[in-house]
Nanobody, 123 residues
Framework: EVQLQASGGGLVQAGGFLRLSCAAS????????VGWFRQAPGKERGGVSC????????YYADSVRGRFTISRDNAKNTVYLQMSSLKPEDTAVYYC????????????????WGKGTLVTVSS
């Protein structure tokens, strides 16, 4: 079955950095767009950043643009989210997701979801 396992979360001070990883299995990884979403307490899950399967098209939420960078290594079936200049408002559970539709590149329509990893940013 399709599996997406996020890792790399933890506690970091404001202004710091983390790199999240998502290991994928059970599907043809390089045919799918991939992305990161987050859900903070009391809020709905929203798209953070998504990346196309092959042509480099990206989406970034305005709140993270210039601070976060998404990348993928198709040979390793892994997607990454480099997070810098972290702010307390970045605190959330971060989920990786994937989708075959072109809409997935824009974080608008994902097909499969991982379980997430917690990022806590202290002030």
């Amino acid at each position: 079955e399709v599996q997406l396992q996020a890792s790399g979360g933890g506690l970091v001070q404001a202004g710091g950095f983390l790199r999240l990883s998502c290991a994928a299995s059970g599907f043809t990884f390089d045919d799918y767009a991939v992305g990161w979403f987050r859900q903070a307490p009391g809020k709905e899950r929203g798209g953070v950043s998504c990346l196309s399967s092959s042509d480099g098209t990206t989406y970034y939420a305005d709140s993270v643009r210039g601070r976060f960078t998404i990348s993928r290594d198709n040979a390793k079936n892994t997607v990454y989210l480099q997070m810098s200049s972290l702010k307390p408002e970045d605190t959330a559970v971060y989920y990786c997701a994937t989708g075959v539709s072109s809409l997935a590149t824009l974080c608008l329509s994902m097909d499969y979801w991982g379980k997430g990893t917690l990022v806590t940013v202290s002030s």
